[in-house]
C-alpha cells in the first residue's frame, strides 16, 4: 500500500469529493415508517442488545444530557450492504491510503478513488464506524448531537475558530446559523473539517470566488475537485468569504437537517427515512466522527460539556449481541514512526510545541495515533513526542506523568513493541524465587495483559522464543482450541486495543 506522510496536507485539496446531491443515485425505493423516543428506560435489550446501557451510563455521568432515540426500522445487514455499494466507480465510503489494509475494501484493493489518495472503505471498517454501541461514549457521541435549533454563544464560536481562517467571521456565521436554525458549533467543525484550519484554495479567493462547504467540489485528481468547485461558487455568485458561508449554511439547513439529517452520522450515513442509504453529504467514512471530536474539544475548553446537548440514536434490527470490533490493524501508518495507543482516563492535549501549550486538538482515549518523533529530553518535567492524529493533525503531547506527580502512568503506549502496558506504576524488579502465576492472556506471569503478552506470543509463532512451559502456553492458548496459533494472538491485541476482554 502506498503510504504518505503528507496525508494531512493533501486532505485540505482532496476533501473526499463532496459531490452533494449528484455521485449517490440509489436504485431502490425504501419505504420505512420511523419512531422517535424519549423513552431510554423502555429500550427492549432483546431487541437492541447494548445501546440502554451504554446511554444510561452517560446520563449518570451527565444529567443534562438529553437521548433520543431513533427507530429506523432498518435491517443492521440491509444498512451495512447498502453502504458497501459503488464498487468500481464512486464508493460510497472512502479511507485515506496511508490506512491498513483491513479498512480497505478487498473488492476494489490499492484501486485509487478522488485524487489518488483515497481508497474504497472495507465492509469491517463501515460496520465499526456505523454502530452506535461504538460511538457511545463520551468522546465520540457527539456525531449523534442534533444540529437544529441551537442558540450559540458567540464566544464559543470565537475559541472554536481561534488561529483558523474563520478567525473574524464569528458574527457572521452566528447570525446565518441562526436565522437557518442550524447549531453554529457544528458548522464551524464542519468547516475546519473541510478546509483545514488555516484554509484550502477554496476559501483563499485568489480565483474571486469562494467554496467553504466544497458543494460540487468533485473530481479525480486535485486539479479537477478545486476546479469544479469554484466553478460552482462561481455560478452561485460567492465572490466572498461570508457569501460562500451563507449560501453553503442555507444549502446545508435546506437540503440535509430541514429533510431529518439532522446529525453528522445521519448526513454520513442516511438511515433516515426521506432518500434512505442515499443523499449523504460525503465519502469519508470517519468524517463524522471527526467532526464529532472537533465539537467535543471545544465544549471541553470552554467547560461546556455539563451544558444541555440532545443526541439522536438510531437503532436497527438484528444487530446481534457483538458489538462490530474495530478493524485488526489501525490508523496510520506512515515511513518511520510507530503507533501508539492512548492511555488516558478520558483526554490527553495535543499542542503546538514543548512550550508553547495553544490547542491543536483532543487526543481521546485509546485513540491510536502516530508518533513521528520521540523526545529524548524532558522539559518542564515530562517528555513531549510529537505525533499526528489519522486526520493529519500534528502535535505535541506528554509521553508520561510529570515528575512532581506520584503516581507513573505511560500515556502513550506502542502497539507493537514490548512495554508494562501503560500500568499505574513502573514494573517492579522481578525475583527469581517467586513462582510466577500464569493466566489466561497473561503469557509472561507479571500479572497483567499487556503488550509483553504480545511479543511473547509473536515470538513463540516465529520461533525465536518458543515456550515449552505447559503453563505458559495455556496462558497463550487465548481461544482455548488447544493450540497456540494467530487466533490467540489476535485477541490478545484486541484485548489491549479495547475491542475484545479475555476472561
Known amino acids: 500500500m502506498k503510504k504518505t506522510k503528507y496525508f494531512c496536507f493533501i486532505l485540505l485539496f482532496t476533501l473526499l469529493s463532496y459531490t452533494i446531491l449528484q455521485i449517490y443515485g440509489n436504485p431502490y425505493t425504501y419505504s420505512v415508517t420511523q419512531q422517535i423516543s424519549t423513552d431510554i428506560a423502555g429500550i427492549d435489550t432483546s431487541a437492541y442488545p447494548g445501546i440502554k446501557e451504554r446511554i444510561q451510563e452517560l446520563q449518570k455521568k451527565y444529567p443534562n444530557w438529553t437521548f433520543?432515540?431513533?427507530?429506523?426500522?432498518?435491517?443492521?445487514?440491509?444498512?451495512?450492504?447498502?453502504?458497501?455499494?459503488?464498487?468500481?466507480?464512486?464508493?460510497?465510503?472512502?479511507?485515506?491510503?496511508?490506512?491498513?489494509?483491513?479498512?480497505?475494501?478487498?473488492?476494489?484493493?490499492?484501486?485509487?478513488?478522488?485524487?489518488?489518495?483515497?481508497?474504497?472503505?472495507?465492509?469491517?471498517?463501515?460496520?465499526?464506524?456505523?454502530?452506535?454501541r461504538n460511538m457511545l461514549n463520551e468522546t465520540n457521541i457527539f456525531?449523534?448531537?442534533?444540529?437544529?435549533?441551537?442558540?450559540?454563544?458567540?464566544?464559543?464560536?470565537?475559541?472554536?475558530?481561534?488561529?483558523?481562517?474563520?478567525?473574524?467571521?464569528?458574527?457572521?456565521?452566528?447570525?446565518?446559523?441562526?436565522?437557518?436554525?442550524?447549531?453554529?458549533?457544528?458548522i464551524v467543525a464542519r468547516l475546519i473539517q473541510e478546509q483545514g484550519k488555516s484554509g484550502s484554495v477554496l476559501v483563499s479567493g485568489k480565483s474571486g470566488v469562494y467554496n467553504a462547504f466544497n458543494i460540487g467540489a468533485s473530481g479525480s485528481s486535485s486539479a479537477q475537485v478545486i476546479e469544479n468547485g469554484l466553478a460552482y461558487a462561481k455560478r452561485q455568485g460567492w465572490d466572498t468569504l461570508e457569501k460562500s458561508i451563507d449560501g453553503g449554511i442555507a444549502f446545508v439547513a435546506n437540503q440535509y437537517i430541514k429533510k431529518g439529517q439532522n446529525t453528522l452520522y445521519f448526513q454520513k450515513f442516511n438511515v433516515t427515512a426521506t432518500d434512505t442509504y442515499a443523499h449523504q453529504y460525503q465519502q469519508n467514512l470517519t468524517a463524522a466522527q471527526t467532526e464529532g471530536e472537533t465539537l467535543k474539544g471545544t465544549y471541553q475548553a470552554v467547560n461546556a460539556l455539563n451544558s444541555a446537548h440532545?443526541?439522536?440514536?438510531?437503532?436497527?434490527?438484528?444487530?446481534g449481541t457483538t458489538v462490530t470490533p474495530r478493524p485488526e490493524s489501525i490508523g496510520v501508518t506512515l515511513p518511520g514512526t510507530d503507533l501508539v495507543r492512548i492511555n488516558v482516563t478520558s483526554s490527553l492535549k495535543l499542542r503546538k510545541s514543548p512550550e508553547d501549550s495553544t490547542l491543536v486538538a483532543w487526543l481521546w482515549k485509546d485513540e491510536i495515533v502516530a508518533r513521528l518523533e520521540k523526545a529524548t529530553t524532558k522539559i518542564n518535567g515530562t517528555y513531549w513526542d510529537k505525533v499526528q492524529k489519522a486526520n493529519g493533525q500534528v502535535g505535541y503531547t506528554a509521553r508520561e506523568t510529570f515528575d512532581y506527580e506520584s503516581n507513573y502512568k505511560l500515556y502513550l503506549v506502542p502497539v507493537n513493541s514490548e512495554t508494562n502496558g501503560g500500568t499505574e506504576t513502573p514494573p517492579p524488579a522481578s525475583n527469581p524465587n517467586e513462582k510466577k502465576q500464569y493466566n489466561l492472556g497473561d503469557c509472561n506471569g507479571d500479572s497483567a495483559i499487556n503488550s509483553g503478552d504480545l511479543l511473547a506470543v509473536r515470538k513463540h509463532l516465529i520461533g525465536t522464543a518458543v515456550a515449552t512451559d505447559e503453563a505458559v502456553l495455556k496462558a497463550m492458548d487465548v481461544n482455548k482450541d488447544g493450540t497456540v496459533n494467530s487466533g490467540d494472538l489476535l485477541l490478545i491485541r484486541k484485548h489491549l486495543l479495547g475491542t475484545y476482554v479475555i476472561k
Not at 440532545?310 to 444487530?319: E, S
Request: net charge negative.
Open 68 to 132: 433520543k432515540l431513533l427507530y429506523t426500522n432498518l435491517s443492521w445487514k440491509d444498512a451495512i450492504a447498502n453502504e458497501y455499494q459503488g464498487h468500481g466507480s464512486s464508493p460510497k465510503n472512502l479511507v485515506a491510503s496511508s490506512r491498513d489494509s483491513s479498512w480497505i475494501c478487498s473488492i476494489c484493493g490499492n484501486r485509487a478513488y478522488d485524487n489518488g489518495t483515497w481508497r474504497c472503505a472495507s465492509e469491517s471498517a463501515i460496520s465499526y464506524m456505523m454502530d452506535p
Open 143 to 186: 456525531q449523534f448531537e442534533e444540529l437544529t435549533g441551537a442558540t450559540a454563544n458567540l464566544d464559543t464560536v470565537k475559541t472554536m475558530t481561534n488561529g483558523t481562517f474563520l478567525q473574524g467571521h464569528e458574527q457572521g456565521i452566528v447570525s446565518t446559523a441562526t436565522k437557518h436554525q442550524v447549531n453554529a458549533y457544528y
Open 310 to 319: 440532545t443526541f439522536i440514536i438510531p437503532l436497527y434490527k438484528d444487530m
